[in-house]
């Protein structure tokens, strides 16, 4: 099929209301608040990963103390289980789990890609072989948002042909960006329930500007109520995902949201968010605390190392999560040696360290956006790296020092 052209259709109903509030007069950091069906989300965000409509070691009640407005369920396995069917029966996810925040559900593509061997791409949808008895399947357009309608999430994802950054194949790469447009009009078509669904078009391209320019413009003029950046965080150099980031924010238009998806890392946030991202997803947080990690503002703590076997402080002094808060305010007032004593051998370990990180996170974006409301990012930015490094400049990553100073952030000033 040939490029698309720009299309001639009508704006697409929004189901979200996108308030800006503060901008950084440096950077291009942004503080807003997303308003959505089950509630309003604060941007920046990150979102957890209640993968198959659980979040793996917490109940949503716990989650709900982490103060989480928004995370995300995965269309390609309750595609297979619970079925279509049930969710339509049950009246879709938010009853089937009982969550009554806000849901975002991605297409299902990238896991027909990345975690099955034998799947092929067409114009016509992601060929595969059932994982669970090797008969043929295929996933359209239009199939990926039945489900997602049925799923009844409040952001649902375009369908988009998803390669690996790190391919050489620039053919490839140029192919699924023009397919990934060509499948938006197609998801756009059939996508039943626009007024209640918020759907995102996502901007591929690989690693090269010029592609990433031509799909920005192309998925620009559909004008989705939000709009995702795809492909990263699949193993390619960091210096290149953020110019990827940077790129695109760059050409967006300044009242939708921004959706960086797959990214997690603390140091990967901080400095997207300077580059005018707003929202995060990944697994990171929940699977490191399953390992006995706890994420702490100077990086990551091991508790399963036997130096914590007789530390009786908390796990981390500034987190106010129910693990770290001692018992006089309420909490639980969980102990490093204790954690010692739980990680990788009880599963309790991995429910209190996953309660820590994810609350962990969602404080880290709270105070990112009080700062930019506060107009003092560029300094919260400075304060994040001496706390992960502990003052050793010469220590900071060469591709945050570069990608902030190309937004007037100098890490390395005195």
């Known amino acids: 099929m040939s490029t698309t052209a720009e299309p001639s259709r009508k704006p697409m109903p929004s189901a979200l209301t996108f308030a800006r509030h503060a901008k950084c007069s440096t950077t291009k950091a942004r503080a807003s608040t997303l308003h959505l069906p089950h509630g309003s989300v604060p941007l920046p965000i990150f979102m957890p990963v209640a993968t198959q409509a659980s979040l793996k070691g917490l109940t949503y009640d ?3 103390q982490t103060g989480c407005m928004l995370c995300l369920n995965n269309t390609y396995h309750l595609g297979l289980k619970p079925g279509q069917a049930v969710l339509d029966a049950v009246g879709g996810a938010h009853k089937l789990q009982g969550w009554d925040r806000n849901l975002l559900t991605d297409s299902g593509g990238f896991q027909m890609v990345s975690l099955l061997k034998l799947a092929t791409v067409t114009e016509e949808g992601v060929r595969f072989l059932s994982p669970h008895d090797g ?4 996933l359209t357009p239009e199939h990926s948002i039945s489900l997602q309608n049925s799923i009844g999430s ?4 375009q369908l988009d042909d998803v390669i690996a950054t ?3 194949d620039h053919a490839r790469i140029k192919e699924a960006m023009g397919r990934s447009v060509r499948w938006l009009d197609r998801c756009i078509d059939a996508h039943k ?3 209640s669904q918020n759907l995102f078009c996502i901007i591929q391209g690989g690693l090269d500007l010029e592609l990433r320019r031509q799909c920005c413009a192309e998925m620009v003029a559909r004008d989705t109520p939000g709009i995702a950046i795809g492909g990263l965080s699949g ?4 210096e290149e995902f953020c110019k990827v ?4 924010t760059g050409l967006l238009p300044e009242e939708k949201p921004r959706y960086v998806m797959g990214v997690g890392y603390p140091e990967d946030m901080i400095v997207a968010i300077a580059l005018g991202a707003d929202m995060f997803d990944c697994v990171w947080p929940t699977r490191t605390a399953r390992f006995g990690n706890a994420i702490v503002s100077s990086g990551t703590l091991n508790l399963g190392h036997k130096t914590y076997a007789q530390d009786f402080g908390p796990i981390d002094e500034e987190c106010t999560c129910a693990c770290c808060r001692p018992t006089k305010q309420g909490g639980l007032g969980i102990t490093r040696a204790y954690m010692f004593h739980v990680t990788q051998k009880e599963t309790v370990g991995a429910h209190l360290l996953t309660i820590h990180n994810v609350h962990f996170m969602l404080s880290l974006m709270g105070a990112a956006r009080q700062a930019i409301l506060e107009d003092r990012y560029p300094s919260f930015v ?12 010469s220590k900071f990553p060469e591709w945050a020092v570069g990608a902030l100073r190309g937004v007037g952030v100098d890490l390395l000033a005195e």
């Open 245 to 248: 980031v940077d790129t695109c």
């Open 135 to 138: 008969t043929p399947m295929l």
């Open 154 to 157: 409040d952001i649902i994802m």
């Open 166 to 168: 790190t391919s050489p």
């Open 193 to 195: 329930n626009p007024e």
């Open 62 to 64: 716990q989650l709900r």
């Open 235 to 238: 193993g390619e150099a960091k």
């Open 382 to 393: 400075r304060d994040f790296f001496s706390k992960i490094y502990d003052g050793d400049k």
